[in-house]
């Protein structure tokens, strides 16, 4: 069925070519990859990006121009102003907040990395006894989306005493991180030639000093896409902190910001848009530096 | 004790300390078994485990700090009668295919144009990342501000244009509701989709283009024929996780409409939340968390058979 879709939405893209003496990109003329290339692809990507420019738009708005949008071109802001970020950070949980997610998203982090430079080299390189099954298992295990393993999660949380406890989601966020990072990391593991391990094996190595002198300081650009997917993950995450987190000081961005931030005032839009961008922005700047490792994270573990 | 002697710092050369080294690294299975204990510890205890224990929940009356007693089917025929689960499990549905066959097209569509020979390339795709990367919540209540029943920017902008009277109601009528949220839904994951078909795209030889030009094909075959054969594999993997996390939806919704209004944009996870978390009602949110499973599977194997066909076109076996 979607074979069929395809094929409609592509024939739209290139109806405008049935000669085939047009068939190679270079010999293309201008207007006519203005019309097929640029127009489309600028439309999109002013859809893409729109949200998150209104987003800084607002949180920089006064709030007399946002509410009179017939006065002020809602488009721009005249007199931009700091205050609704100044009370977020000022007169609000907000700092509290930044800080219960960074420090969650880096601790589980880092404990999923640890786990999954383990299982990735055992399951790559050691090749014990069903290797290929737990591999197999461990990729299941990705497809096991949180919507339905957050009510039994919440009575075992419950039942270990760990209940509005940072601690939870530690412990419960590398069952997402751990599958997607052994998986991409074996894909780097992989390209790592067998000489390098062999030499070392011969000259009285252990397994344990292969893998931390010979093969994490050469996977290197894996271990930062890994843990650079895994922030964000985490960042990211949602039902699981709405689920396992009840007082206020220990909540993270997201779920504080749809918890505690929406009340009815109408004046609320600026804080609500200056607490979506402050907790978006260190993810935003995080990924501009890392943008390759980020991408072949993403691409890495669909490949595979 | 597998577990410390691989734990254990170098630091100590003692001689039976080296010959259990030894040892351990000579057997590869004892020593996989040791390297794969955190990874499985934390798999079986927060992912295997709870998979089992929801379904066993399914089967219970447990409400929030009382455990329950085995009552079998029950949940299941309670929901069977409910109207608002099936219209949960008919939002969910309508909510993935139509999102997801939009995702698609709009991200092989947007997959092509990037591929073409363009200025400024890596930055392009840069910025085309940027709702991924924004967590789901926060861009969902950007959403939700330009949704907004009296301040939303496109019914200002449509009225400006002339092309309607009155403020679009997004969020308050039950067909804008699940529109809105299917467009916001589209916009979170056209990028993933694109940047991964992208990496697909960039794989195929052009000279398998050049090949098929001399032979008279048309920018159409060549599509037809040589890009998305090749592209199959990659478009049930992408497919199958865009399907996945669709129907398991939970984050757009929550924060902007909770599934009203009048129940018009419930999805069975925000449904499982309501009745389990907020309703106490631990057995009957987890058989609605159940009654998702045999979906996922489907969506599964749908990828698998896709993968089966990457192992024919490479020359493989068809096992």
Known sequence: ?304 | MAHNAVGRPQASFQRTERSLMQRLSNDRNWLGAAFMVPAAVILIMFLAYPLGKGVWLSFTDAKIGRDGVFIGLENYEWLSDDKIFWLSVFNTLFYTVIASVIKFLVGLYLALLLNEKLPFKSLIRSIVLIPFVVPTVLSAIAFWWIYDSQFSIISWSLKNMGLITENIDFLGNPDNARLSLIFANIWRGVPFIAITLLAGLQTVSPSLYEAATLDGATRWQNFRFVTFPLLTPIIAVVMTFSVLFTFTDFQLVWAMTRGGPVNATHLMATLGYQRAILAGNLGEGAAISTAMIPFLLFAIMVSWFGLQRRKWQQGGSDE
């Open chain 1, 1 to 304: 069925m979607s074979d069929h879709h395809n094929h409609q939405d592509s024939a739209s893209v290139t109806s405008g070519v049935n000669d085939a003496s047009e068939g190679m990109s270079y010999l293309d003329g201008g207007i006519r990859k203005l019309i097929h290339v640029y127009l489309p692809l600028s439309i999109i990507m002013v859809v893409l990006i729109f949200p998150f420019y209104w987003m800084v738009l607002t949180s920089i708005k006064p709030d007399a121009q946002l509410i009179n949008m017939d006065k002020f071109n809602p488009f721009w802001v005249v007199e931009p102003t700091f205050k609704h970020i100044q009370k977020l950070l000022f007169e609000s949980e907000y700092p509290r907040w930044l800080w219960n997610t960074m420090y969650v998203s880096v601790v589980a982090t880092a404990l999923s990395l640890f786990a999954s430079v383990f299982a990735a080299y055992a399951l790559v390189r050691i090749r014990f006894k069903g290797a290929e099954l737990v591999g197999a298992m461990i990729f299941l295990a990705y497809l096991v989306p949180p919507s339905i393993l957050f009510i039994p999660l919440a009575t075992i949380i419950q039942a270990y005493g760990l209940f509005d406890s940072p601690m939870a989601l530690i412990l419960v966020y590398p069952t997402i991180l751990i599958p997607f990072s052994t998986w991409l990391l074996m894909g780097y593991f992989k390209t790592i030639p067998y000489e390098l391990e062999e030499c070392a094996l011969i000259d009285g190595a252990t397994r344990l000093q292969i893998l931390i002198k010979i093969i994490l300081p050469l996977a290197v650009p894996g271990l930062i896409s890994a843990s650079i997917f895994s922030l964000t993950l985490c960042w990211n995450e949602f039902i699981y902190a709405l689920t396992f987190l009840s007082s206020t000081q220990n909540k993270t961005v997201p779920v504080a910001i749809v918890s505690e931030f929406v009340d009815g005032d109408i004046y609320r839009w600026g804080s609500l848009m200056a607490g979506a961008l402050v907790g978006s922005l260190p993810l935003v700047i995080l990924y501009s530096f890392f943008v390759e490792h980020y991408v072949s994270a993403m691409t890495g573990a669909v490949k595979e």
